[in-house]
């Protein structure tokens, strides 16, 4: 496999892509020519009231009341203004792509039953759901907090909250009634709107007591509202055409309150504004992920992950939202797949441990013929390897790889695609329009093909409004404004290739160092992956007293670690990596510990590998499975006695 070469490369007889029409109309518009993608890009991060001007116009963006200014740029990033006087609504730009009779949502269930579901009856329950929320006394600026699933009555609820103005925050019930409290109860709800039951991996699960303890627990709480998880409430056939009347706020007007993954401390209650979110979806989607109206996006997550909040986008876009609610994996790990080729889905979104997992079964779980229509595949949560950028791409080799890296912070991306760039295996193609990134050195000075801190040195209106109790900014700053002044970093760690993109190389403050040189851990798991006997991974530095450290790897096999095989892993390593990711140990372990959303837990485990407990070093109702840590606390006791 030679690196030098894409895998994948635009065809010149596709029609023209969205990002090339707005390159079209900017060019109309201002008069200005680009000699490529980085020219087009430069002026997006130069020119930002030219640029957010122009990303409003080609959308068509209706403003209720029209701005004065378009961008007033100040220090901190969150001082900026954006959009001066405006008013709009987000459920009035998907609203006004109603289409009567047509299909807006495309949902399956683990029992893979199908529901179709059209703007008309997806209308009608928002309707609904408003009805009911107006009668408990919801008003524009109050909160509304969701205990849901990803289902279509979730996205009806959502728009009834949004056009009354209301503030909208959700956790997925795979999170435990301590972890809701964490996030909601920072926001006194005035409503709680929760499911019954759920299916999930096959098993029902009843939500009653749990619903009932958080009815006892937030006091703000008026009323809950109940969902099934069937349509026996729906009128699916319905012709009736609702209009949700929905009404007009500021630009700057909380959209939706967001969370840290909580795995280090209380979650981080992060507040996104309305307009920021309508211009970056539409952005995000339409330009750098190509999508066309009418065109079906999957996206496989859970309401208590960003994702969901920027799947919803793909209705501002006209497209069709495909929905699966239930296990990645279940019946089998083809489900989804399955799913894509039932759906002729256009795009098909997954975290990267999904992905890689698919690489690892071997078997296709559908042939490339069933995905005839398959644009897209999406990626994030997790850098994807090299050897699962390769077989995605021998499995579908017309389809274009779309590797994503943003973040909860701002709902969004900053790196991804581009249909007219080509696609190197581990890289993202590109920085995407409106983000300023560079990567930065210890002294703060922007490099190339060296590793560096992700950094953003222009403000954008996806960066959230405010953290909810956070008097004066303060976490607000100690997030993202500390390490250096002026810019915001995020906490990646990334290399800039030019020619071929960017590669994410894992978290900043998950970041090895070996003998005094850093090491991404994502390197090293990329290799990794490329190992048929080994099902998982986790990578963890510990340092000694004399100033020394240990690199331990820790790794779930399907055949018991003896010594052969641990020498064909630090073979592999040295020849793949380098002699110097070489772990000075390799152990077995049953499980690792994953957030909620997917991401290992590199940081918590090294705690708890020095000593700490695990209600010390994570919150436990933010993990997928909390039982992995006691493995980890077996573990440290081994060392210590060994």
């Known amino acids: 496999m030679n690196s030098d070469l894409p895998i994948w490369t635009p065809k010149t007889t596709i029609p023209k892509s969205q990002i090339a029409a707005f390159q079209d109309f900017v060019s109309q518009k201002t008069g200005r020519s680009f000699a490529d993608y980085e020219d087009f890009h430069h002026w997006s991060v130069s020119a930002l009231s030219e640029f957010w001007k122009c990303i409003a116009q080609y959308f068509e963006v209706r403003f209720d009341t029209p701005y004065s200014r378009v961008v007033d740029s100040q220090l901190p990033f969150y001082n900026t203004q954006w959009f001066s006087g405006a008013e709009l609504s987000y459920a009035a730009h998907i609203e006004r792509n109603f289409e009567s009779g047509k299909p807006v949502i495309c949902y399956r269930n683990e029992n893979e039953i199908d529901t179709d579901i059209s703007w008309n009856a997806l209308f009608q329950k928002a309707a609904a759901i408003q009805e009911d929320l107006m009668a408990a006394g919801v008003q524009k600026g109050d909160c509304v907090g969701g205990y849901l699933t990803h289902h279509p009555v979730t996205i009806a609820a959502f728009l009834a909250t949004n056009a009354l103005g209301a503030i909208w925050s959700c956790c997925s019930p795979d999170f435990g009634v301590e972890s809701v409290l964490s996030r909601l109860g920072q926001l006194n709800p005035k409503v709680l709107l929760a499911m019954r039951d759920y299916t999930y991996n096959g098993k029902s699960h009843s939500l009653s007591e749990k619903v009932a303890l958080l009815e006892e627990k937030l006091p703000s709480r008026q009323q809950t509202l109940l969902f099934d998880s ?136 559908v042939q490339a013929s069933q995905l005839s229509v398959l644009k897209t595949i999406g990626s994030t949560g997790a850098p994807l390897s090299e050897e699962a950028f390769h077989w995605l791409q021998q499995q579908l080799p017309e389809v274009h790889i779309v590797s994503l890296s943003g973040g909860t912070d701002v709902c969004s991306a900053f790196l991804g695609g581009h249909p007219q760039l080509p696609v190197y295996a581990g890289y993202l193609q590109c920085v995407m329009l409106g983000a300023s990134i560079e990567a930065w050195n210890d002294q703060g000075e922007s490099v190339w093909d060296e590793t560096g801190e992700l950094v953003l040195t222009q403000p954008m209106p996806c960066m959230p409004v405010f953290f909810w109790n956070d008097s004066n900014h303060q976490r607000y700053l100690q997030s993202y404004f500390q390490a250096f002044k002026g810019v915001w970093t995020h906490g990646d760690w990334i290399q800039r290739k030019a020619g071929k993109g960017i590669k994410v190389l894992g978290r900043s403050d998950a970041t090895l160092n070996k003998n005094g040189i850093r090491i991404g851990t994502a390197e090293l798991y990329s290799a990794l992956d490329q190992l048929s006997e080994l099902e998982d991974h986790l990578v963890v530095d510990l340092p000694a007293l004399d100033g020394s450290s240990q690199l331990l790897l820790l790794v779930v096999s399907k055949e018991t670690l003896h010594v052969s095989l641990e020498q064909k892993i630090k073979k592999h390593i040295r020849t793949q990596c380098s002699p110097r990711h070489v772990p000075d140990r390799i152990l077995p372990i049953a499980a690792i510990p994953y957030t909620l959303s997917g991401k290992k837990l590199e940081v918590p485990a090294k705690k708890i590998l020095l000593g700490g407990t695990p209600s010390e070093s994570t919150s436990l109702g933010a993990l997928k499975n909390p039982e992995s840590l006691e493995l980890l606390v077996r573990l440290r006791d081994e060392l210590l006695l060994g």
């Not at 349509?231 to 009347?245: K, P, R, V, Y």
């Not at 630009?251 to 401390?265: A, E, N, R």
């Not at 209650?269 to 079906?296: F, Y």
């Open 230 to 365: 069937d349509f026996s409430s729906w009128d699916l056939d319905t012709q009736a055409i609702c209009s949700l009347h929905p009404l007009s706020v500021s630009f700057d007007h909380p959209i939706w309150v967001l969370y840290s993954s909580g795995t280090t401390g209380q979650p981080k209650a992060i507040v996104h504004r309305t307009g920021g979110m309508l211009l970056e979806q539409m952005k995000a989607l339409a330009l750098h992920q190509d999508l066309q109206p009418g065109e079906r996006f999957f996206w496989h997550t859970t309401t208590g992950w960003m994702m969901w909040n920027y799947a919803l986008g793909s209705l501002l876009c006209k497209g069709v939202l495909c929905i699966y609610d239930g296990a990645p994996g279940y019946p089998d790990m083809g489900a989804h797949w399955r799913f894509a080729a039932d759906k002729q889905i256009h795009h098909f979104g997954q975290g990267a441990p999904f992905l890689i997992q698919s690489m690892k079964v071997q078997e296709p779980a």
